[in-house]
């Protein structure tokens, strides 16, 4: 999602696409995977919500070999094979998913620096989570997208209004747990941690933040529970 709109980039495709598709070139400030309902739904800037269907061509088998390099996703809905090799380099990142099993057969291999993961999960049910990291390592372009739970657009919590003094937000709890907070700036990088795990109650709450080590820019108060983002809110400085 991005001031102008949607875009798509296939595996096959060597470049970011435009999706308008009935949808007006207009900022989209989230992308949100409703599971229960078959959507992806993009919200716009003073043009309301759009949706689309989730791609759903699932096959029951895959077997995936060559060389490959970059993020690379497959699911089957019965078994994946795999003599593959992921090329070496920071930021390769090859999932392999599938509701029966994944096999890896000799000649597979993944090379320095990259990562794998081979998830068991029902086809069109979002992406597979790679290697459990802490709030200072995730960053805003791995985790920046909030998914719908169960058709609601914020089942646990949200932040409701970053304040007019900007070190401060009101956010709202939907379902009681345990919550974490942080700051980053637009390039994902951690400026402050607010608290890790810390117990709301269902209700109204005020988050704040140390405003002087912010810098002249963009930054966002990012609300998650457990690993999960549950809100993300963008603030300019």
């Not at 993009?42 to 699932?58: E, P």
């Not at 890790?196 to 002087?212: D, E, P």
Request: charged share 20%; hydrophobic share 40%.
């Amino acid at each position: 999602g991005t001031d102008m709109g949607v875009f798509v980039k296939a595996i096959s495709m060597t470049d970011w696409q435009p999706f308008y598709n009935f949808l007006p070139r207009t900022p989209v400030s989230e992308l949100m995977i409703n599971n229960t309902a078959g959507r992806i739904i993009a919200c716009t800037y003073g043009r309301g919500n759009f949706y689309a269907d989730l791609y759903s061509t699932c096959p029951a088998s895959l077997s995936i070999v060559g060389n490959l390099d970059g993020d690379k996703f497959y699911e089957a809905s019965s078994t994946i094979t795999s003599t593959a090799v992921a090329s070496q380099g920071a930021g390769n990142k090859l999932a392999l998913k599938s509701g029966g099993y994944v096999q890896l057969n000799p000649g597979f291999e993944v090379k320095n620096n990259s990562e794998f993961i081979g998830y068991i999960n029902p086809c069109n049910t979002g992406g597979v989570p790679f290697t459990s990291k802490s709030m200072e390592e995730v960053t805003s372009t791995e985790r920046l997208y909030v998914p719908a739970q169960h058709g609601v657009r914020f089942a646990f919590a949200k932040i409701t209004e970053v304040n007019s003094d900007k070190s401060s937000a009101n956010i709202e709890i939907i379902r009681e747990g345990d919550f974490s907070a942080r700051i980053t700036d637009k390039a994902g990088n951690v400026i402050e941690i607010l608290f890790t795990s810390k117990h709301f109650a269902l209700g109204k709450a005020q988050i704040s933040w140390n405003k002087a080590a912010l810098q002249k820019g963009q930054y966002y108060v990012q609300l998650f529970m457990g690993e999960q983002l549950v809100h993300f809110q963008e603030f300019d400085l």
